[in-house]
């Protein structure tokens, strides 16, 4: 028999060897995880002001949809590196957005931004255009806002493309389930029509385990793929965890009743879910009236701060696949266009036609293809020639 | 349930502990009720049809032993299990076949009017093709002599038993009701080889085959627009792509039934790269289907001693049947077809070789082996198109593109290189070049210490265990991929 001091230092050798193989193991996967370019696809961070921006100088490779190689710039915008200070006879072009305009699934070199800068540069002569892509994953009208006055505007654009993504309305209330997307600002509409900022959702979130662990892993995030695995990993038991939430409760859940009279307006947007949990969608119109008076209000505010700093001001709505149409969004943000006099542009009467008769692929599952980038700044170009 | 899916994963552990935790007659129900859950949990009323399908071969069994010389008896059960597989994997294809034939008729008969082909939705049962093989093989070993199971939980787990149950290996049950009986303890080298097991076919499945399927999927869906490279590069991944989904499957399935201390058939040895001609390639890739193949309809029907006509004349339908097993399509009896001449020409080369002295010394040359293995896998990225392809006329086109060059606008390579494939594969490679032996090489005695470290010390391997479990999740892609063997 051995002494139990000779097995415990057997049992500590063994567990030793274990940890060196491991770490060793580790230290192999890093590095042919940065080869292959793979588990990398974390790339936003969080920020008190907008809510998330891109972590500048982050590199990543994109494979969900499509597939990009990218580099974030210094300024955390995924374009290439541009300067604060405007050049000397130059026009700059901002464009503010979300996924559809940051467009991660294409190169940069392909992304509309980047079409629109080579196409005017070609076809307008003695000036140099700049087209800044302020595009980020997931943004709402409100965050695009924020973006502008906090960032945009200080590289003095003389022209904002503001762009509204399909169902940007559904984005700018607050849902418990979304995690990270907690971390967004909300905005609402005070008695008097006024912008309210609401911060409330975002600081609780924050301060939860999840929003701690976000923060406190920062660095993980930003260096580590292996990080990137635990992310993924998680991502999916979310998704799987939801998948069995859904299960049983389709199995324990009573049938929603339908209320006779239509639900209220809300008075806050983060009341405002266009589904109530109980999957009732009687609410919608209701609270996409509302959410449409607020994105009024944030394309008002959006203008004028523009204005202020001397730039032009061009809202566009974006395309989407006809799956994501949603028709009365559409006509709302025609309307917010109409009510404060602004240059408009909906491009999905085009992208239809172009997809119905010509049977191109404009996009992947959600996002723009290379030859969708190619057809928006096609739109872009014919528009903003008449208005530069 | 799918092996690389979460809920598999949640599934296996809570199995393994109930398992271990119990014994005898208790141990053997929770089993059987974990293969019921885990069959039924993907469409829970085919779960009767797997225990109608087991209590008919179970009393069958009982019947047959008493009346072994009743023909009758025995070509009913027989007919019975292959006419739920035919209704179930056959129908669409005999009725589409019937049509088409009809149609052709009537181009010489004009007063025949032949409808449109009616659409015919049976979803076909996961795995019947593989547990109504082990139906077969049960009641013809019943009725020459074996002692059919007696106990009736024995027969169900035989039938059910999820490692193996949706895509083999197909068991054999002498070898499998005596792990039934055997009083098993948990020990630590069986843990061990079954997550080892595990984690290299999760690996082989989710960063090497799936990160394939983008570029087969896209290949395939534009034939008519694949150049030479393409084609060959087409090819290449898909057979690649085959071999690590079917023996990802298998290693998943075999290391999971090792946690519970059962050992299943070997089905794969290395058969890309160690196949040195047909025969080989045979003896190499889904050996449960070949073994199961050659003992019950190649020797049934006179085997190799009757003649070498009579013997190539088995060949063919052996492979025909093989072919028409595989997909209810023809361009997979084709492909079945293609392997069984490939065989027959195996036969005559090696009788060719025996005859000629010059032809022999080549034979005997130190990269002979070598360079008929690459030669098989060559030819076999021919063959294979007829089992890869949509129809035959598109295997067809594929093989035109293959060897006539031309310009492609597939864009294959580019595809494979934004795809991590190359690396998880180099990654493999490295593994397999430690701890693989290729019987052609001997490269492996030169790895023979650091393979002995491993092996010598459990904690060791855990710990490589756990990186090839992070690497599968970290290569790979975003989709899931089903697969391939499930729809056969």
């Known amino acids: 028999m051995q002494k139990p001091t000779v097995r415990r230092r057997a049992a500590l050798v063994v567990f030793l060897e274990f940890v060196a193989i491991f770490a060793a193991g580790l230290l192999v996967l890093e ?58 006879d130059t026009y700059r072009i901002a464009v503010m957005g979300c996924s559809m305009t940051e467009g991660t699934q294409v190169p940069i070199r392909d992304n509309f931004c980047s079409l629109l800068e080579d196409k005017l540069n070609a076809s307008m002569s003695g000036r140099k255009i700049e087209v800044l892509n302020f595009g980020v994953s997931a943004y709402s009208l409100g965050q695009e806002y924020m973006r502008l006055k906090h960032l945009a505007l200080k590289f003095k654009p003389d022209l904002v493309i503001f762009t509204a993504r399909p169902n940007s309305l559904l984005y700018m209330g607050h849902d418990p389930k979304q995690g990270f997307f907690n971390a967004r600002p909300i905005f609402g509409i005070a008695g008097d029509g006024s912008l309210i900022e609401d911060r409330n959702f975002q600081k609780h979130w924050l301060a939860s385990s999840e929003g701690q662990r976000k923060q406190a892993t920062r660095w993980l995030r930003y260096h580590s793929r292996l990080w990137g695995v635990i992310g993924k990993s998680s991502a999916q038991i979310t998704l799987f965890k939801e998948e069995c939430q859904n299960k049983l409760g389709s199995l324990t859940a009573r049938r929603p009743e339908i209320p006779e009279k239509p639900v209220q307006a809300p008075q806050s947007a983060a009341a405002a879910k266009p589904v109530d949990s109980a999957g009732n969608q009687q609410s919608l119109n209701s609270a996409q009236m509302y959410l449409g008076k607020v994105a009024e209000a944030l394309v008002k505010a959006s203008n004028a701060a523009s204005k202020n700093a001397g730039s032009k001001f061009i809202l566009v709505y974006l395309p989407s696949t006809l799956k994501q149409r949603d028709l009365n969004e559409q006509k709302i943000f025609s309307e917010i266009a109409s009510n404060l006099s602004l240059p408009f542009l909906d491009m999905n009467p085009q992208f239809d036609l172009l997809e119905k008769r010509d049977h191109k692929p404009l996009y992947f599952r959600t996002h723009f293809s290379k030859e969708g980038h190619e057809q928006v700044a096609e739109s872009l170009y014919a528009k903003l020639r008449g208005c530069m | 349930m799918l092996f690389n899916s979460l809920n598999y994963f949640l599934f296996l552990p809570l199995v393994f502990v109930l398992y271990w935790a119990t014994r005898g007659t208790t141990r053997k129900f929770i089993l059987c009720l974990a293969s019921y859950v885990f069959y039924m949990s993907w469409m829970p009323v085919y779960g009767i049809l797997i225990f109608a399908m087991t209590a008919f071969n179970y009393f069958a069994g009982l019947f047959i032993e008493r009346n072994r010389k009743n023909d009758f008896l025995f070509y009913f059960v027989i007919c019975a299990n292959l006419a739920a597989l035919a209704y179930y994997k056959y129908t669409a294809f005999f009725i589409a076949t019937v049509f088409d034939a009809l149609r052709q008729v009537a181009h010489f008969v004009p007063s025949l009017q032949v409808q449109q082909t009616p659409v015919v939705e049976i979803v076909l049962p996961l795995g019947i093709s593989f547990f109504t093989f082990e139906f077969i093989h049960y009641i013809v070993d019943v009725r020459k002599g074996d002692r059919p199971l007696r106990n009736g939980l024995d027969f169900t787990l035989f039938a059910a038993f999820f490692p193996s149950q949706l895509a083999g290996p197909i068991k054999r049950f002498q070898q499998f009701s005596i792990q039934l009986d055997e009083e098993k303890a948990l020990k630590p080298e069986d843990t061990v080889a079954g997550l080892a097991l595990i984690s290299q076919g999760l690996f082989k499945k989710i960063a090497l085959a799936d990160n394939l399927a983008p570029i087969t999927a896209q290949g395939i869906s534009n034939v008519h627009q694949l150049g030479t490279l393409d084609a060959w590069l087409m090819m290449t991944a898909f057979l690649l792509q085959i071999y690590f989904d079917f023996s990802g499957y298998t290693d998943i399935g075999t290391g999971s039934a090792r946690l519970l201390g059962f050992h299943l058939p070997v089905n794969f040895n290395l058969p890309w790269i160690a196949s040195k001609n047909f025969v080989d390639f045979w003896r190499r890739w889904h050996i449960s289907l070949s073994s199961w193949l050659r003992d019950y309809v190649f020797i049934p029907l006179g085997g190799s001693r009757r003649g070498q006509f009579i013997n190539y004349r088995n060949i063919l339908v052996t492979f025909g049947l093989s072919g028409l097993w595989h997909g209810a399509a023809w361009q997979f009896v084709i492909w079945g077809f293609i392997h069984g001449f490939l065989i027959i020409a195996t036969h005559e080369q090696e009788k060719l070789i025996q005859k000629v002295r010059f032809l022999q010394k080549i034979h005997e040359h130190r990269l002979a082996i070598p360079l008929a293995c690459a030669g098989t896998f060559v030819v076999s990225l021919f063959a294979w198109t007829f089992f890869f392809a949509h129809s035959a006329s598109d295997a067809l086109t594929v093989v035109h593109s293959m060897i006539i060059p031309a310009n492609g606008e597939s864009n294959l390579a580019e595809k494979l290189l934004q795809s991590p494939f190359l690396v998880s594969f180099t990654m493999y490679s490295v593994y397999g070049l430690l701890f693989v032996d290729v019987p052609w090489s001997n490269w492996s005695d030169r790895t023979r210490a650091i393979r002995a470290a491993f092996e010598q010390q459990p904690a060791r391997q855990l710990a490589c265990i756990a990186c090839a479990f992070i690497a599968a999740i970290a290569f790979s892609p975003a989709l899931t991929v089903p697969f391939i063997y499930f729809q056969f």
């Open chain 1, 31 to 88: 590095v042919c995880m940065n080869v292959a370019g793979v588990a990398d696809e974390e790339f936003l961070d969080i920020e008190p002001v907008t809510g998330w921006t891109h972590m500048p100088g982050r590199s990543y490779t994109y494979r969900t949809e499509g597939y990009a190689q990218s580099v974030i710039n210094s300024h955390g915008m995924r374009d290439k590196e541009r300067t604060l200070a405007k050049p000397a």
